[in-house]
């Protein structure tokens, strides 16, 4: 969602009461974070585990046992207060069932597409899978019921996960009872662009995975896109952003409120205000000043608002859903007399918060259900978040028995003859030849297109 200077003249017809302070997009590629990726990649391929061992040493001052002991992950909620363990387990257990909800409906088919001739899909899971945990400076704790737990509801067999090492026991308690509860294979403390090396080239007593997921910083983010291709990933996420379309109904230190609890991710996250009012824009860019004086991470929240926030006046629901779809922000929030507008006209968002009630951080913490590994520098164009069906693969098949070769043999060979492919002709002409050639080979075409040609 981050502003450039060229999105800024094509946003130029509207009003602006804060326009972002930082021509063009915080998250670009740094190329000495792509170069250091490179190498240290290059290193924990040719090296192995000693490599990644020495990158834990030199990064994360750890020295000890990568892997967290079953036991030792079984306990780790013991070490919690009693409400942060209660709130973590209502986390997973909602987060599960809307992941349990999107695989009943993912549902297999087979349909018959001529007389002998049927056609399917099945959804079959990736067989291992390798999630990020990141533990930085803030632990995000439902990291772990969105990709180790939804990865097994979609029924992956093995999920390895990775965390930064810290503390006595390797990792933060919080996170490693999140996997606990996620039901993670194995768990290791290893950190950064080594954790995401050794899950795919298989250095940790596990075969490569599949597929890897999970946020993390510049250096994790790039790793995933050096690596891809070599195993899946889920999306290449930048820094946490927000829009809010608002109206005069709207509470303005509840949208200043919204608007901050996103740009305290960091320095760099792009928070904008898109509203029919300019009443209320004012109103909300005065409350983001009033509740910064006194918020404790204003050092993060406050640079963010100012040099990646914005304020935009629009003249009514149309043109709010026309910017807001050029944004195409990672989390949308709706605070407005017509929300239900919104939701039938947005096409290009992460997550849609629909009514004043629909705080990003509910969906943050896992609380509210569906997943929050979303999509951010307005890749929603053509990307979704990460939910069951991007650990399934629908697999197709084809079933066509003597009967239906009558049906599609005469067209493949006609049409291979026509390209010039001779050996693809040839296997429909042994079928052919087999049966005996009839008349009418093409008369399953339906009329409608018989009309058409």
Request: proline share 6%.
């Amino acid at each position: 969602m981050q502003i450039t200077h060229d999105e800024q003249k094509s946003l130029a017809p509207f009003q602006w009461l804060k326009k972002p302070a930082v021509d063009g997009p915080p998250a670009q590629r740094d190329p000495k974070v792509v170069e250091r990726v490179s190498q240290m990649l290059k290193e924990i391929e040719s090296k192995g585990l000693d490599a990644v061992r020495g990158y834990g040493q030199e990064l994360d001052g750890w020295s000890g046992e990568l892997e967290i002991g079953a036991a030792e992950l079984k306990k780790s909620g013991d070490a919690l207060p009693a409400d942060v363990r209660t709130a973590l387990e209502m986390g997973y257990e909602r987060t599960h069932r809307f992941a349990s909800a999107q695989r009943e409906h993912l549902t297999g088919f087979e349909i018959e597409v001529a007389p002998g001739v049927a056609a399917g899909q099945r959804y079959v899971p990736v067989s291992r899978v390798g999630a990020y945990l990141p533990a930085g400076r803030f632990p995000l704790l439902a990291s772990a019921f969105m990709t180790v737990g939804v990865a097994k509801t979609a029924g992956v067999p093995t999920v390895v996960a990775c965390t930064p090492p810290s503390g006595e026991h390797g990792a933060h308690p919080a996170v490693l009872y999140g996997a606990y509860l996620s039901r993670a294979d194995r768990v290791f403390a290893v950190g950064g662009v080594q954790a995401l090396g050794a899950m795919a080239f298989g250095l940790l007593g596990e075969a490569p995975v599949d597929m890897l997921v999970g946020a993390g910083n510049a250096f994790v983010t790039e790793a995933k896109r050096q690596l891809f291709g070599q195993v899946g990933i889920d999306l290449l996420a930048g820094p946490s952003e927000v829009a809010v379309i608002a109206d005069d109904t709207a509470d303005p230190a509840w949208v200043a409120a919204d608007l901050l609890g996103q740009a305290e991710h960091g320095p760099s996250s792009p928070a904008a205000l898109i509203t029919t009012s300019e009443k209320t824009g004012r109103a909300v860019a005065a409350e983001i000043d009033r509740q910064l004086e006194t918020l404790a991470t204003r050092d993060i929240a406050g640079p963010a608002w100012r040099d990646f926030g914005s304020v935009i006046v629009v003249r009514d629901r149309d043109e709010a859903v026309a910017v807001a779809d050029i944004l195409g922000p990672e989390h949308l929030e709706i605070q407005t007399g017509d929300d239900d507008y919104y939701l039938q006209n947005l096409t290009n968002y992460g997550s849609l918060f629909l009514g004043p009630w629909s705080t990003v951080a509910y969906s943050d913490k896992g609380i509210a259900g569906p997943n929050h590994v979303l999509p951010t520098g307005k890749t929603a164009r053509y990307n979704a978040g990460l939910s069951v069906s991007r650990f399934l693969k629908p697999l197709t098949y084809q079933r066509v028995t003597e009967a239906g070769t009558a049906a599609l043999a005469p067209a493949v060979e006609r049409i291979s003859a026509f390209e010039g492919l001779a050996a693809h002709g040839a296997t429909a002409s042994v079928r052919i030849d087999r049966i005996g050639r009839t008349s009418g080979a093409f008369d399953s075409v339906p009329d409608a297109l018989r009309e058409q040609l």
